[in-house]
């Protein structure tokens, strides 16, 4: 939930679940000592059971938990200590004993299998390369001498067009995204074949809450859905319009009661980089350019991190 500076009354290397949820899927390896809210029951590893405790086994008891607790609670049977102390689950043996070799050997070569999805993903799209161009560094450097100017965005992009509702009941399942609001999955709420009408990738939609999201792909949206159409612009420069957008419809004027419709986006001011009193779209694609190699360069720097390590681990198990 957030971070204290008074001391931790639990210590690390265990694992924690919430009393008042439907089954382990609030269950999460704590590495770091930690203060634990009241509704945290904190598993502590007997060391008659385990030589040594790490996070790969808590990952394997974890999983094996949720598999176990999958289906089998609800609101009013819901997943305490005492039905936390019942729990049975399977783990791998050998000897009579939880493997542990075989469980570290294991998580490290899944580790690995996603490590080199993530490797080649980051090659795949030219994500390897974090390094600034003069250009890049140049527009990060000038940023606070910048100038700014306020924008309406139906003079920009035209009306936004609002999507139209379609019932869970009625969605056909295919591979078509479609939106409504929310946060999780991105506000993806299924994928569908229904004969809707499909936006375009390179846009912006913005819920009934006012949040705003960037769409590098087709999709069809509900009527809690506006679509703002930057699709002519450069992908970098949508990105940064899409945050423009979100700064300014994101303030807190919209919930249940009073919805966002895309009449609110045709109405919306936005505050944008500006050349010779125009919107500066170059700029601003470089300044997101710059910001995603800063970014990446620590996934990439944590990828070869991971890999080598795995391959120590790997290489170590196949020697045996």
């Given at each position: 939930m957030g971070f204290s500076n008074l001391a931790p009354n639990n210590k690390g290397n265990t694992i924690t679940c919430s009393d008042t949820t439907l089954g382990a899927d609030t269950m999460f390896y704590q590495q770091n000592d930690f203060i634990g809210y009241s509704h945290i029951q904190n598993l502590v590893p007997r060391s008659n059971k385990f030589s040594s405790f790490n996070k790969s086994i808590a990952h394997i008891i974890i999983a094996a938990c949720r598999v176990s607790t999958s289906k089998q609670y609800d609101y009013g049977n819901k997943y305490n200590r005492d039905l936390m102390?019942?729990?049975?689950?399977?783990?791998?043996?050998?000897?009579?004993?939880?493997?542990?070799?075989?469980?570290?050997?294991?998580?490290?070569?899944?580790?690995?299998?996603?490590?080199?999805?993530?490797?080649?993903?980051?090659?795949?799209?030219?994500?390897?390369?974090?390094?600034?161009?003069?250009?890049?560094?140049?527009?990060?450097?000038?940023?606070?001498?910048?100038?700014?100017?306020?924008?309406?965005?139906?003079?920009?992009?035209?009306?936004?067009?609002?999507?139209?509702?379609?019932?869970?009941?009625?969605?056909?399942?295919?591979?078509?995204?479609?939106?409504?609001?929310?946060?999780?999955?991105?506000?993806?709420?299924?994928?569908?074949?229904?004969?809707?009408?499909?936006?375009?990738?390179?846009?912006?939609?913005?819920?009934?809450?006012?949040?705003?999201?960037?769409?590098?792909?087709?999709?069809?949206?509900?009527?809690h859905i506006a679509v703002v159409h930057t699709e002519k612009l450069p992908k970098t420069a949508s990105i940064f319009i899409t945050t423009a957008i979100h700064k300014s419809s994101h303030s807190g004027l919209f919930d249940y009661s009073r919805n966002f419709y895309a009449k609110d986006a045709d109405e919306l001011s936005i505050s944008l980089p500006t050349l010779d009193e125009k919107p500066d779209y170059e700029i601003m694609g470089t300044l997101i350019s710059a910001i995603q190699k800063l970014v990446i360069k620590d996934v990439v720097l944590y990828a070869d991190r991971k890999i080598s390590a795995t391959k120590k681990v790997v290489d170590k198990q196949q020697t045996r």
């Open positions: 102390n019942k729990t049975v689950i399977q783990l791998p043996v050998k000897n009579g004993k939880i493997d542990i070799e075989f469980i570290d050997s294991f998580i490290a070569e899944l580790e690995a299998q996603r490590i080199a999805e993530l490797e080649a993903y980051l090659t795949i799209t030219e994500f390897k390369d974090y390094t600034l161009t003069e250009t890049e560094q140049k527009a990060l450097d000038g940023f606070d001498s910048i100038e700014w100017k306020t924008y309406n965005l139906e003079k920009l992009f035209g009306k936004a067009t609002r999507g139209k509702r379609l019932k869970s009941a009625d969605r056909i399942p295919g591979t078509l995204p479609f939106v409504t609001a929310g946060e999780a999955e991105e506000g993806v709420s299924a994928f569908i074949r229904n004969n809707v009408t499909i936006f375009s990738g390179n846009t912006t939609t913005i819920d009934m809450f006012g949040s705003a999201k960037y769409r590098n792909y087709k999709y069809g949206g509900d009527d």
